[in-house]
């Protein structure tokens, strides 16, 4: 089966300036992959790169089988969905007129517009004029768009923009109905905390390379840092006889502001320092926090492997 994306040692400049270098990825076919890296990393170069915008410097890239700027580009254009980060609609026409135009130019029938307004539940403002919509709304309105001729591929630009935290969830409900459906999706977000529960894999650019690849278990066997266990002690125990002995399981461990003990565990300690937790009558409550996807962002990101202490 092919990928929905296959980039290969890609590199693109701009009058000698290297936005991107020697990028080789994949994008497997039904599933959702985050974009992520800080601002000129490179996120938007690739995306343009991806939808066939602008032609690389070197390297090559595929998407759905076929080159970006092929003969067949605007065929494959068809197949692809996109939402920009920024979304701009004619203010006069209403969202019903937008919606049935941008399904012409995409050969999609306005049955289909109809009901993506309604998918991205903004059907009762279909007859206002656009100039009237919050950014909340223009940004449904573009998911929809993105949605027109049903794509293989769908491309989100930081796509919960100026969306409040019920519409969040629902975009984020959309891109898991894409992938049941077999769609592929690309996402790319500086929103970490929300997008890790939905993406299968993460790409992280760092000054225009790829800097790590891989699903969040993955990220967090190459980086190495250590889980982290909060501790809830009950009132009328004694934090400093708890404490006793902790460094033969931890790398360190603090009381924080709000009286809970939190202990990075040493590699291999982890099944140590548990049993001896759940044994421990001064133990109320237990919970082990794995390195999270910010957390490994900023870890990796920031091109270091000391194991210093982390945010979880």
Known sequence: MINAIDISALGKQYKGVAALAGVSATVPMGKVVGLLGHNGAGKSTLIKLILGLIAPTSGHVEVLGQSPWGSNAVS???????????????????????????????????????????????????????STYSKGMRQRLGLAQALLATPELVVLDEPTGGLD???????????????????????SSHVLAELEPHIDSALILRQGQLLAAGSV???????????????????????VAFARGLDTFALTHDVRFDGLFEIQIAEGGKLALLQRLVTDPAVEDIVVKEASLARLYDYLGAGTKQQGKQKP
């Open 76 to 130: 494959l254009r068809r197949r692809i969905g996109y939402l920009p980060e920024s979304v701009a609609f004619y203010g006069n026409l209403t969202g019903n007129e937008v919606i049935n135009y941008l399904a012409s130019l995409k050969r999609a029938s306005r049955e289909q517009a109809s009901k993506l307004l309604e998918r991205v539940g903004i059907a009762y403002a279909r007859d206002r004029r656009v």
């Open 165 to 187: 935290p019920q519409a969040t969830r629902e975009l984020y409900d959309i891109v898991g109905e894409l992938r049941a459906e077999g769609h592929s999706v690309l996402v």
């Open 217 to 239: 278990g993955d990220l967090r066997r190459q980086s190495g840092l250590p889980d982290i266990v909060v501790v809830q002690l009950k009132d009328a125990a004694d934090p």
